[in-house]
């Protein structure tokens, strides 16, 4: 298994540019989660899902959408980028309870 | 609004010095208290607390959680410079985790 993946790794956007952050699993976890990690802070939740199809805001999901077409992906949308949205944004899924997510490695994002 | 403060924000100690990190709380449908270390990556697991008066030790870190008082505390004994990190706090509610700011923890040899 190659656990929770996360692309990129490090991202550069201008304010007003949109991308996807992409997320992906192969353990067959109903649940995934995105959070965005800023210095000095613990995690904040944005998204998540308890499976396909099925999406629900977190603590901080201004400016973000989610998708979750299939069980696997789970893509981070930033429509219009902003520079309060530079931060490491982490994915993460489990099959249980919260306890049990796995984490993936992250993506650093600066927005200009 | 979920709420998980920490205390202190930072911390510096000698190797071989004890600390005690704290944690309280305030979640929605509480489920249980998670401790996380985190060393410039992403978060790894360290304990699970659900129950009140049950400490859970891993080699010289030990938790407990007090549901009375809404209240964690995680442990660490004789430290070394490889404890040094950020220590996470996060309470589990339904679907959802609140974190804190975190601890970070420096121990100078």
């Known amino acids: 298994n190659a656990g929770v993946t996360q692309t990129p790794k490090f991202q550069v956007l201008k304010t007003g540019q949109s991308m996807t952050l992409q997320c992906a699993q192969d353990?067959?976890?109903?649940?995934m989660s995105w959070y965005r990690q800023d210095p000095g802070m613990g995690l904040r939740l944005i998204h998540y899902s308890v499976g396909a199809g099925i999406t629900d805001q977190g603590e901080v999901p201004n400016g973000y959408n989610v998708s979750r077409s299939t069980t696997e992906d789970f893509p981070l949308r930033l429509l219009s980028a902003a520079p309060s949205q530079t931060s490491v944004y982490f994915c993460a899924s489990t099959r249980g309870g919260l306890q049990t997510q796995y984490f993936g490695p992250g993506t650093r994002l600066l927005v200009l | 609004e979920d709420k998980v403060v920490q205390s202190p924000l930072s911390l510096v100690v000698h190797e071989g010095d004890t600390v005690t990190l704290n944690c309280s709380y305030e979640v929605t449908n509480f489920r249980s208290l998670l401790w996380y270390k985190q060393e410039k990556k992403a978060p790894t697991f360290l304990f699970m607390l659900?129950?009140?008066?049950i400490e859970k030790k891993s080699g010289r870190l030990s938790s407990i959680l007090d549901k009375k008082e809404l209240f964690s505390i995680l442990n660490i004994t004789a430290t070394q410079t490889g404890d040094s990190a950020v220590y996470l706090c996060?309470?589990?509610?339904?679907?959802?985790?609140?974190f804190g700011k975190g601890t970070k923890l420096s121990v100078i040899p």
């Open positions: 996060a309470g589990a509610g339904s679907y959802q985790l609140t």
């Open positions: 353990m067959n976890h109903e649940y």
């Open positions: 659900t129950s009140s008066g």
